[in-house]
């Protein structure tokens, strides 16, 4: 919000040329007005430009771009490189790193953007002021009038890259400049997220909060903490709600990191914790493959014995440039199925420099690592594995299982992937089932037919078929002779 004075609104599109009509317009539509900041006994009244009529916006808006009076953000005829301010004092920067780690590599660069809109805030603040070069600088950044480099500049200092906050604005650039004045480029680093100070608890809460920390799946949720406690402290057990309840208030004190670091383990920990993406951009093709497993998210026939199985396959992806480069299917993870997939891979794209997989049995068997026999070694190729237990190194091809596999798995009926229908699932299961119960049935029947001789009439009528120049045989004559081979069966066996 911009508000300016009647002298300056006067002369601009729909407004009166002189002052004193101006203000007469003013009143009439009705625009909002104030005592003009920063001036006791006096200075007139200023008005809210955004009450104005669009042709006055327009122009207010142009004319703060477009001014030549002031140096202005958008006055830019050669970019300056930024440079870093002189450090501060000794005693300055000894307060303003005091009691926190050193900063990243991500809170140095929001530093150094701070610092390039604090010197484009100072150059402008010499004939406007701070507030009114705060203000112009904020609405040319929101309006995106400013330079490209200068709006990616403030997009960096502000951490906020999504929706209406991600320019700074006029209060917030009036904050930074005034802890660049007191601690120099260190007090503009972002702030750590610490956690609300925990205060002294009892020594019951915390040790309601600590069952709640514990990977002991009985205390998941904190009144069976709550509860523990009460027993173990001999303590009516109509007391434990009074004890959950004060566990509860603090709780929220408690670091989430913590709480993640201390429930969890292996790729649950690592799931929950922020992770850094690997920059892949340096790398060409050929340099980096990644080759991983993964069982088919849905139920096929089994090529042998035709009972329904979740096929293994088995896919090699180049890091630079996300290309398929080779894969295969198999019946289970086995050293075949990855020698396949790199036999594949190989003879489409050409030998990679390294292969990058997980410690699972069939990317380390011998066939595949030994360093005098194996593929990796007659290819010339280093084989590097990630860390047991931690999936998210292999992140890129972990992640495309859900644009290729698992899509082709939700065109079967058998879909079983997490987000598949219970219920769709459970009848098709049961119609699977159907299905081979039927084959175990017939299959029985046939080895049972073949244990008894069963001669050449009665075994076309089973069949359904007649035999040559026989009569066609009647259905009681049938169920006779169905009779008398179960009692001759009946009475061999006795």
């Not at 780690?101 to 530093?111: F, K, M, V």
């Not at 972002?190 to 002991?216: K, M």
């Not at 929220?252 to 649950?268: T, Y």
């Amino acid at each position: 919000m911009t508000w300016l004075t009647a002298s300056e609104l006067a002369g601009m599109p729909d407004m009166p040329s002189s002052e004193f009509r101006t203000r007469e317009k003013l009143a009439r539509l009705g625009v909002p007005s104030r005592p003009r900041l920063g001036r006791e006994g006096g200075g007139g009244m200023e008005y809210d430009t955004s009450r104005l009529p669009a042709p006055t916006r327009q122009a207010i808006a142009a004319r703060l771009v477009l001014t030549h009076a002031a140096p202005s953000a958008t006055s830019e005829p050669e970019p300056q490189p930024v440079q870093q301010p002189a450090a501060p004092e000794p005693e300055t920067a000894l307060q303003a790193t005091a009691g926190r780690r050193p900063p990243s590599d991500d809170e140095r660069l929001c530093a150094d953007a701070r610092t390039a809109l604090v010197h484009v805030l100072g150059d402008m603040a010499h004939t406007l002021g701070v507030k009114r070069a705060a203000a112009r600088l904020a609405l040319e950044l929101a309006a995106g009038q400013a330079p490209r480099g200068l709006i990616e500049t403030a997009a960096q200092a502000n951490q906020r890259r999504r929706g209406a906050d991600a320019m700074p604005s006029a209060r917030t650039l009036e904050r930074w400049l005034g802890a660049h004045r007191e601690q120099g480029w260190w007090g503009l680093i972002p702030a750590s997220s610490a956690p609300a100070a925990l205060s002294t608890v009892e020594q019951d809460v915390a040790a309601v909060i600590g069952l709640y920390h514990s990977r002991d799946g009985r205390f998941r949720n904190l009144s069976a903490a709550a509860k523990e406690v009460t027993r173990q402290l001999d303590r009516p057990f109509d007391t434990w709600s009074a004890l959950y309840k004060r566990a509860a208030r603090a709780l929220p004190k408690v670091d989430p990191v913590s709480l993640i670091k201390a429930r969890h383990s292996g790729a649950q920990r690592a799931a929950r914790l922020p992770f850094k993406r690997r920059d892949t951009t340096v790398l060409r093709p050929l340099d980096v493959w990644v080759i991983d497993g993964h069982s088919f998210k849905a139920k096929v026939r089994h090529p042998d014995h035709g009972a329904p199985f979740t096929p293994e396959v088995t896919v090699v992806i180049d890091a630079a440039t996300r290309l398929i480069c080779g894969w295969s299917a198999s019946l289970s993870e086995n050293m075949i199925a990855v020698g396949d997939a790199l036999r594949h891979a190989v003879g489409n794209c050409g030998v990679p420099a390294v292969v990058y997989s997980d410690n699972g049995a069939g990317e380390t068997g011998r066939q595949i690592d030994c360093p005098v026999s194996g593929i990796m070694a007659r290819l010339g190729t280093e084989h590097r594995t990630g860390l047991p237990g931690h999936p998210q190194g292999r992140g890129l091809i972990e992640r495309s299982w859900k644009t290729h596999m698992i899509e082709c798995a939700r065109q079967f009926g058998t879909y079983m992937g997490s987000d598949a229908d219970s219920g769709t699932y459970k009848r098709a299961a049961a119609e699977l089932a159907r299905e081979q119960r039927a084959l175990k049935r017939q299959a029985a029947d046939g080895r049972g037919g073949q244990a008894v001789d069963e001669g050449p009439e009665l075994g076309a009528v089973r069949r359904g078929r007649r035999t040559p120049g026989a009569e066609p045989t009647t259905q009681s004559t049938a169920t006779a002779a169905c009779r008398g081979t179960r009692t001759a069966r009946t009475r061999a066996s006795a």
